[in-house]
């Protein structure tokens, strides 16, 4: 079968690019990326042609193509079941799967006032009420996994889907200074330490300079 390629936008700005490369970094998926760059009207037509809803990330993998990021990872856990993608136990999994869910319908208001930007750093940024809610049950989203699976990741030892999904969030807080306690600090430091991350941030700083309707949720 010919190598599993992800189609994503920016690595500066795409938050959804990024939950979907890290999981498939996470599964250990010997894959390629295509970049479609974010601001390019004649890419559109061939968007439509790998992802149903012309939105990114999307994955092809032989006849197979899997769009929106949850179903991605939900797919990667099926053809790498050993890659601990998603908890063991069904306790956990099941409340894996629900913290993962969470994050793909919710938190508007977060995601609208501080859109993922890797590159900038916006010291003592003042956080409207509505988002301060959604930063509130994010953290205490982390607490409870935190405390139940020991860390340091969300569901214990090993880096799993939610880790990815709440990955831009981490990049997010670091961003807008957003004030933290000391496990939530801690937890984004390991998060900003995975490999994988590292790989991706650098790459988004080697992006081109900001592009203005970007600044804006994506
Ligand atoms: N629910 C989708 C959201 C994906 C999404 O919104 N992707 C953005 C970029 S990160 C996108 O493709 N936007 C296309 C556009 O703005 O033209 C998912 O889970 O993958």
Same mark, same amino acid.
């Given at each position: 079968? +010919?190598?599993?390629?992800? %189609?994503?936008?920016?690595k500066?700005?795409?938050?959804? #690019?990024?939950?979907?490369?890290?999981?498939?970094?996470?599964?250990?998926?010997?894959?390629? @990326?295509?970049?479609?760059?974010?601001?390019?009207p004649?890419?559109?037509?061939?968007? !439509? !042609?790998?992802?149903?809803?012309?939105?990114? *990330?999307?994955?092809?993998?032989?006849? /197979?193509?899997?769009?929106? %990021?949850?179903?991605?990872? @939900?797919?990667?856990n099926?053809?790498?079941?050993? +890659?601990?993608?998603? *908890?063991?136990? $069904?306790? $956990?999994?099941?409340? &894996?799967?629900a /913290? &993962?869910?969470?994050?793909? #319908?919710?938190?508007?208001?977060?995601?609208?006032? !501080? *859109?993922?930007?890797?590159?900038?750093?916006?010291?003592g940024?003042?956080?409207? #009420?509505?988002?301060?809610?959604?930063?509130?049950?994010?953290?205490?989203?982390?607490?409870?996994?935190?405390?139940?699976?020991?860390?340091?990741?969300?569901?214990?030892?090993?880096?799993? /889907?939610?880790?990815?999904?709440?990955a831009?969030?981490?990049?997010?807080?670091?961003?807008?200074?957003v004030?933290?306690?000391? $496990?939530?600090?801690?937890?984004?430091?390991?998060?900003?330490?995975?490999?994988?991350?590292?790989?991706?941030?650098?790459?988004?700083?080697?992006? *081109?300079?900001?592009?203005?309707?970007?600044?804006?949720e994506?």
């Open positions: 079968m +010919a190598k599993p390629v992800l %189609t994503i936008s920016s500066n700005y795409g938050a959804w #690019s990024l939950r979907g490369w890290l999981m498939c970094k996470l599964a250990g998926l010997d894959f390629s @990326e295509a970049i479609i760059p974010p601001d390019d004649a890419m559109k037509a061939e968007m !439509l !042609l790998l992802s149903s809803s012309m939105l990114v *990330p999307s994955l092809q993998h032989g006849g /197979i193509k899997v769009w929106d %990021t949850l179903a991605i990872g @939900e797919y990667l099926e053809i790498k079941p050993k +890659a601990g993608l998603l *908890p063991s136990d $069904a306790k $956990a999994r099941a409340h &894996c799967r /913290i &993962c869910g969470e994050m793909h #319908s919710g938190f508007a208001s977060m995601r609208g006032a !501080l *859109p993922m930007n890797i590159k900038a750093h916006f010291k940024f003042k956080i409207w #009420s509505r988002a301060q809610t959604d930063i509130d049950r994010v953290i205490a989203i982390w607490h409870e996994c935190l405390k139940s699976y020991g860390g340091p990741y969300l569901f214990g030892k090993q880096p799993c /889907i939610a880790d990815a999904m709440y831009p969030v981490v990049t997010r807080f670091l961003s807008y200074d004030p933290l306690d000391s $496990a939530c600090t801690a937890y984004c430091k390991r998060v900003m330490e995975l490999p994988a991350m590292k790989e991706w941030v650098a790459a988004a700083k080697q992006e *081109p300079d900001e592009i203005d309707e970007l600044d804006a994506f």
